[in-house]
């Protein structure tokens, strides 16, 4: 069956620590990958995707994310976090044939950022 | 642009009710899809429609239906409400192609919080 899981329900990190976390995902085929951001009252924001290509992905707020094949994996990674990075975050995937952009989610992650 | 919105943000509701949630895309955006998301949980898959048409379908009952309008807004409709039906409501849109919609960004709205006592 087709799955995403992010095994890390709560993370606590430092303000100015580095933060990584983890996605693992199983599908057929490589699927579509995603990482959005939900804060409080806000709908979800898209931090970055991959499609293909180069494996280390650039998004927006100075997140990355990296690709492996080998192991299911798609791990976001910020080097220094902000106060402002509290947040759930949510690893996504979308089929690539036959989805129509149904986009299917873990169960998130939130994050909670400390002085 | 006011990107998508939803109406309305709040919702309390009565087990066996009927409620009618309601979505205006993007601009430009023609393509919108429904997802329930219950505490604790990411967001579930409920249903896409595109040209008026639903053209996917996530593991949801029928209680759950949908509508879109020539101005590609769209309604969410549940009947016979269960307390296992709150959850908030969000929508997303793109810009569909008639073919595949992944390469085009979704663009979520802030959602519609549901109660049912």
């Known amino acids: 069956a087709q799955s995403v899981t992010q095994p890390d329900i709560h993370i606590t990190v430092s303000e100015g620590a580095s933060l990584e976390l983890r996605c693992n995902y199983s599908?057929?085929?490589?699927?579509?990958l995603f990482w959005y951001v939900q804060s409080p009252g806000q709908g979800l924001q898209l931090l970055l995707k991959y499609f293909s290509g180069d494996t280390l992905v650039q998004g927006i707020k100075g997140f990355e994310a990296e690709f492996k094949r080998s192991q299911s994996s798609f791990n976001l990674r910020k080097p220094s976090v902000h106060w402002s990075d509290a947040a759930e975050y949510f690893c996504a995937v979308a089929g690539r044939t036959d989805s129509w952009g149904k986009l299917q989610f873990g169960a998130g992650t939130q994050v909670v950022v400390t002085p | 642009d006011a990107g998508v919105t939803q109406s309305p943000t709040h919702l309390i509701k009565t087990r066996g009710q009927q409620v009618t949630l309601r979505c205006s895309p993007k601009s430009g955006h023609d393509t919108v899809s429904w997802y329930q998301q219950a505490l604790g949980q990411g967001p579930q898959f409920i249903f896409q429609y595109y040209e008026e048409e639903e053209r996917q379908r996530g593991n949801f009952p029928d209680r759950f239906s949908g509508h879109q309008f020539p101005n590609y807004s769209s309604e969410l409709n549940v009947n016979a409400l269960l307390l296992g039906d709150s959850a908030l409501y969000l929508c997303?849109?793109?810009?569909?192609?008639?073919?595949?919609?992944?390469?085009?960004?979704?663009?979520f709205g802030p959602g519609t919080r549901l109660t049912v006592l």
């Open positions: 997303a849109s793109t810009a569909g192609t008639g073919i595949l919609t992944n390469y085009n960004e979704q663009f």
């Open positions: 599908y057929g085929a490589t699927p579509y």
